[in-house]
């Protein structure tokens, strides 16, 4: 393929618009807010779950201490009615005797609901303190998460403006090109990932081998407007005066 030296190049402006397309591309797959998102969205659904599993156990625990209370509020009320009709003095005193025996075991019940009762409201305490130190690790994950998508989006931006301006170069350089000349770059940068390089001190820029020297002899050799590529890596390579030929 022949293509005259200036045109040639202009390969190495394409090759350094495209060089920052990659890393554009690069740096969009590899942004270390993506990974803090999906840190932090596990952290979230981590400490929700974490959340969810406190707020039933307080829950739980309000429900037993309601039942609890009822409790001992049907054997005060039993007890309340024992003593009221031992005062009325219309029992018999065999009736006495077991209302005094029933007060006793009453109380005794009592004592046992207002002792399990006072546990209940003790657990129901250190759960409920619980569930505030888990929503406050709640809503600080959702902090860090929001922090993280923040960054990640105006990182993204600033991408964004770098490859809408790239693609503009792009647009300017591949139209001034042969077509065939652009066919091949496309097709080694396709395949390589750099579609030319230039060649300075008998070095690829590409693949950054040293060319042994028959390869040398056969390039400078060759015609100046005759294309030439790698023998390692294809990639086209620009002679310049750095080229050490």
Do not use: F, W
């Not at 006793?104 to 046992?112: C, N």
Request: overall charge negative; glycine content about 2%.
């Amino acid at each position: 393929m022949k293509a005259e030296p200036a045109v040639q190049r202009q390969l190495l402006d394409l090759a350094k618009v495209d060089a920052e397309l990659n890393r554009v591309a690069h740096r969009r797959r590899t942004l270390p807010e993506l990974a803090e998102i999906e840190n932090a969205e596990k952290l979230l659904r981590e400490r929700r779950d974490a959340l969810v599993a406190v707020q039933t156990s307080a829950s739980d625990l309000e429900r037993e201490v309601v039942k609890q209370e009822r409790e001992v509020e049907s054997v005060r009320a039993r007890a309340e009615r024992d003593r009221t009709l031992m005062q009325s003095g219309s029992v018999s005193a065999k009736q006495l005797t077991d209302l005094e025996h029933e007060l006793t075991t009453l109380a005794r019940r009592q004592s046992a609901l207002e002792d399990d009762q006072l546990e209940l409201m003790e657990r129901k305490e250190a759960v409920d303190t619980d569930v505030q130190r888990t929503a406050a690790e709640v809503d600080r994950a959702e902090r860090e998460l929001a922090d993280a998508a923040t960054r990640r989006d105006e990182a993204l931006a600033d991408l964004d403006t770098t490859q809408a301006r790239r693609d503009a170069d792009r647009e300017r350089l591949v139209p001034a090109l042969p077509e065939n000349l652009v066919a091949l770059y496309e097709r080694v940068l396709a395949h390589k990932g750099i579609g030319a390089a230039l060649l300075r001190a008998r070095r690829c820029g590409a693949c950054q081998l040293e060319l042994d020297r028959s390869t040398i002899a056969e390039i400078k050799a060759a015609p100046e407007d005759e294309v030439v590529q790698c023998d390692n890596c294809g990639a086209i390579l620009v002679r310049t005066l750095e080229s050490g030929l």
